[in-house]
């Protein structure tokens, strides 16, 4: 069974709409991140949450904004999409302490036209 | 810099021989060196990890050797397996609990062949 849950595994999107991508997991773990992947590029950090506060944002445009309505929920929520926005965006979490282990959802491939 | 670079993009072993994957670093604030094993449309998983306290850590068929003045780190793969055919990234960063902002590298394709 799948500990981080992401919704939907696919999105395709037209410029300038909004999406919101979810991800719950079920690790009991406290930490949650966002980290994007585009075509050809590495995997990069771009939110992380502890305790559903925002500890560090490593995105620069403002129409990334994250979402934790619950402890185990942290949504993305994009808005006016662009073409460049096309990724995988992947949902992790980590256990409080020194575990510094990141556990990653399956990611959400979004493709914007 | 925050760059990690994976200079091999992709490598080739044949099985029971040894898979060396390297990678290089910027930053001499990271204290925290992981590699992560992903297959095709799945997530990325931890393989094994290393903090700068030590500069090496054995685990099963997988070693980590970390040299911090070089700023490179490694994996080495022995008895290498077709099962071990997969992208594997490198990542570093520093150590704050609770906050775990690593840097990726590219990913090498390893293809294991019999």
């Known amino acids: 069974d799948p500990k981080i849950i992401q919704k939907p595994k696919y999105l395709v999107a037209v410029t300038g709409s909004e999406k919101i991508l979810i991800c719950e997991q079920y690790?009991?773990?406290?930490?949650m991140y966002w980290y994007r992947q585009s075509a050809k590029k590495p995997l990069e950090f771009m939110f992380s949450?502890?305790?559903?506060?925002?500890?560090d944002n490593q995105t620069a445009s403002s129409r990334f904004q994250p979402q934790s309505s619950k402890k185990n929920h942290l949504d993305l929520q994009i808005t006016a999409l662009k073409p460049d926005d096309s990724a995988t965006y992947f949902c992790a979490s980590s256990p409080q302490g020194y575990n510094e282990r990141l556990f990653f959802g399956h990611g959400t491939k979004l493709s914007v036209l | 810099g925050q760059q990690v670079k994976q200079s091999s993009p992709s490598l080739t072993v044949q099985e029971g021989g040894i898979s060396i994957l390297n990678c290089d670093y910027e930053?001499?604030?990271?204290?925290?060196f992981a590699w992560y094993k992903k297959y095709p449309d799945n997530s990325p998983t931890l393989l094994i990890s290393v903090r700068s306290n030590v500069d090496k850590r054995e685990d099963g068929r997988l070693t980590v050797f970390l040299n911090k003045s070089g700023k490179h780190f490694s994996l080495h793969i022995t008895a290498s397996q077709p099962e071990d055919t997969a992208v594997y990234l490198c990542a570093a960063g520093p150590l704050n609990t609770g906050n775990y902002k690593y840097v990726f590298g590219a990913g090498t394709r390893l293809k294991v062949i019999a």
């Open positions: 949450y502890s305790y559903q506060k925002l500890m």
């Open positions: 690790l009991g773990h406290n930490a």
């Open positions: 930053n001499d604030m990271f204290d925290y």
